[in-house]
């Protein structure tokens, strides 16, 4: 004969399978609406790359001496044009240098996207 000690046993193990088998389905309801869309953070390298090449060209300018600039900048395209292929990017880096400005085009493209920029930095 059982007694009440085994079929306290036999209700727990049943409510366990249950209550387990309650969250595995909730779980299939409720898991595709919990995943995280990392797609936008992976399509904005190009424009994070693009804008750093920006604002680095920026800081080349205001930082560099005068009489070294044509040749920071030189190296500085060199350097963001390889950088820019080796991630997959064909990156255009112009600029124009005078004596009071430095004008810098910009076209950066991707499978993508394509993004351009043509801005003007007043030398210090």
């Known amino acids: 004969m059982l007694n ?5 046993a036999q209700f727990f193990i049943l409510t366990t399978v249950v209550i387990v ?14 995943f ?3 797609s936008k953070a992976a399509s904005g390298s190009e424009t994070f790359f693009f804008d750093n090449v920006k604002e680095k060209a920026i800081e080349t300018v205001n930082i560099g ?14 350097f963001v044009e390889k950088m820019a292929s080796d ?3 064909s990156l255009n880096f112009d600029f124009e240098n005078t004596t009071t ?3 810098f085009h910009m076209v950066l493209t991707s499978e993508r996207m394509t993004l351009k920029a ?6 210090p």
Do not use: H, M, W
């Open 65 to 78: 001496y005068p009489d070294e600039l044509p040749s920071n900048l030189n190296q500085y395209k060199n």
């Open 21 to 34: 088998g309650v969250f595995y389905t909730l779980s299939k309801y409720i898991n595709p609406y919990a």
């Open 101 to 103: 400005t430095v004008d």
């Open 4 to 8: 009440s000690s085994s079929k306290k």
């Open 87 to 89: 991630k997959g990017y």
């Open 118 to 123: 043509d801005f003007t930095v007043y030398r």
């Open 36 to 38: 995280i869309d990392t």
